[in-house]
């Protein structure tokens, strides 16, 4: 049973930074994609970034060029740099590996961005 737990959210001022981690653990037989979704209040989850297992990443158009998925393979870890936070940031922030025809989900660490 693979188990994915997010970390590393709080409380932040605005144009903070927060860093995300994402820990899986359990029956790792292979090096998966890994992503990043949030979810605020009153809204769908939606997709924040991408790393696939060679190292590709996309992003969402709103955080483009404010953050930065990485992975440590070595550790099981993958993590979410966020810069420049905003306070439409808010939510709670998904940690998800992905499989063939679908995923598994982490349960979330809130990040909340105000002054």
């Known amino acids: 049973q693979v188990q994915l737990v997010e970390s590393g959210g709080g409380l932040v001022q605005p144009g903070g930074s927060l860093r995300l981690s994402c820990a899986v653990s359990?029956?790792?037989?292979?090096?998966?994609?890994m992503g990043w979704y949030r979810q605020a209040p009153g809204k769908q989850r939606e997709f924040v970034a991408i790393?696939?297992?060679?190292?590709?990443?996309n992003y969402a158009d709103s955080v483009k060029d404010r953050f930065t998925i990485s992975r440590d393979n070595t550790k099981n870890t993958v993590f979410l740099q966020m810069n420049s936070l905003k306070p439409e940031d808010t939510a709670i922030y998904y940690c998800?590996?992905?499989?063939?025809?679908?995923?598994?989900w982490g349960q979330g660490t809130q990040v909340t961005v105000s002054s």
């Open positions: 359990g029956s790792i037989s292979s090096i998966n994609a």
């Open positions: 790393i696939s297992s060679s190292g590709t990443t």
């Open positions: 998800r590996r992905f499989y063939t025809g679908g995923g598994i």
